[in-house]
């Protein structure tokens, strides 16, 4: 069974930074892509960043510049560093990924989701 761990959420003032961690546990054979989504009270869950196997980003236009994702392939872990935080930053922060395990093809893994509010 796989599992997404997310950590580091947490209350912060504008301005701060926090640093998100997600662990892919399990039986996993490969991981492809590894991203993290978020949600706001109200709205639709969308994407933040993203990253691939080989190092390539992507990120939404509002945390250019501010936030940066990172991967460390031998521990199976995705990062998101957020600095310069805005009140519209706050949401739920879910961790994503790609992957295969022993027992079927790449398929979608959420984690449980991680709460991050930037008081003004």
């Known amino acids: 069974q796989v599992q997404l761990v997310e950590s580091g959420g947490g209350l912060v003032q504008a301005g701060g930074s926090l640093r998100l961690s997600c662990l892919a546990s399990?039986?996993?054979?490969?991981?492809?892509?590894m991203g993290w989504y978020r949600q706001a009270h109200g709205k639709q869950r969308e994407l933040v960043a993203v990253?691939?196997?080989?190092?390539?980003?992507d990120y939404a236009d509002s945390v250019k510049d501010r936030f940066n994702i990172s991967r460390d392939n031998a521990k199976n872990t995705v990062y998101l560093q957020m600095n310069s935080l805005k009140p519209e930053d706050t949401a739920v922060y879910y961790c994503?990924?790609?992957?295969?395990?022993?027992?079927?093809?790449?398929?979608?893994?959420w984690g449980q989701g991680t709460q991050v509010t930037v008081s003004s």
């Open positions: 994503n990924a790609v992957l295969s395990t022993a027992r079927t093809s790449f398929l979608n893994y």
């Open positions: 399990g039986s996993i054979l490969a991981i492809n892509a």
């Open positions: 990253t691939t196997r080989g190092g390539t980003t």
